[in-house]
């Protein structure tokens, strides 16, 4: 964690308010462990009386919590757009999973945009080594589905995080769960289609990552939206397959099989 010394003036008010900006920013993430006391006040170049009042400050506003004996964490709820029961019921819906690849597909194309802007040298390390993981996953005959979703959903949050867009980023780790099960099931169904879904999703990856690193903008919101929009178009012939079975299945009772099968029979002996 890279910190800057804090001045004299104003010590707690200023820690805070470098605390508040790191958390922010996303340098300090939902669940993160802060350093230990003595090392941060060494760290800003504070006393730690000063620090432990920043801290009680941050805590009571809700964005620190305090463990006994276990030291000082970012709160994990913060951010958070969906509670842990309205993420249950959504995931049990297709047509909400639907209405979450349109809400992504606005989010990660205005997110890609930015990126291809913003995006710094340590940004787009980051983003290569998200990337090169996903391609990773691709490549494995031994990787499951879950590691690929994970993976994917990394990747598209290192995107978020390049954009330097406070509230674009929290709205994608808000929604990192939701979206990291969205992505899980997206693999899941499509992944199992056919190798061409397969090869299409990689290289859709592949031109988005491209066009951000090189900083074409435009063409990143592009790639990006094309890449949501194919998700949405696969699950969606999917999703009336499924029906289409299902509305089949419900036409074949158990009496009318047997009615079938002794027609058969006595049409066989017939003839």
Known sequence: MNT????PRRLADSIVEELEK??????LQPGERLPAERALAEKFGVSRPSLREAVHRLA??????SRQGGGHFVSESLGTSFTDPLITLLEGHPDAQRDLLEYRRTLEADCAYYAALRATTIDKTHLKAAYET???CYASESG???EEGAADA???LAIAEASHNAILLHTIRGLFSLLKTNVVANIGGMYAREKQTR???MEQHRLLFEAIIEGRAEDARHFAGQH???AQQVLSEQLENHRRLERSQRRIRPDKTATDSMTASEAGKMG
């Open 4 to 7: 800057g010394r804090i001045s």
């Open 144 to 146: 499951g589905l879950n």
């Open 134 to 136: 996903l391609q990773a």
């Open 60 to 65: 009571t506003k809700g964005l620190l919590i």
């Open 154 to 156: 990394r990747f598209h």
């Open 228 to 230: 949501i929009q194919y």
């Open 199 to 201: 090869s299409e999703l």
């Open 22 to 27: 790191m958390i922010l920013e996303g340098t």
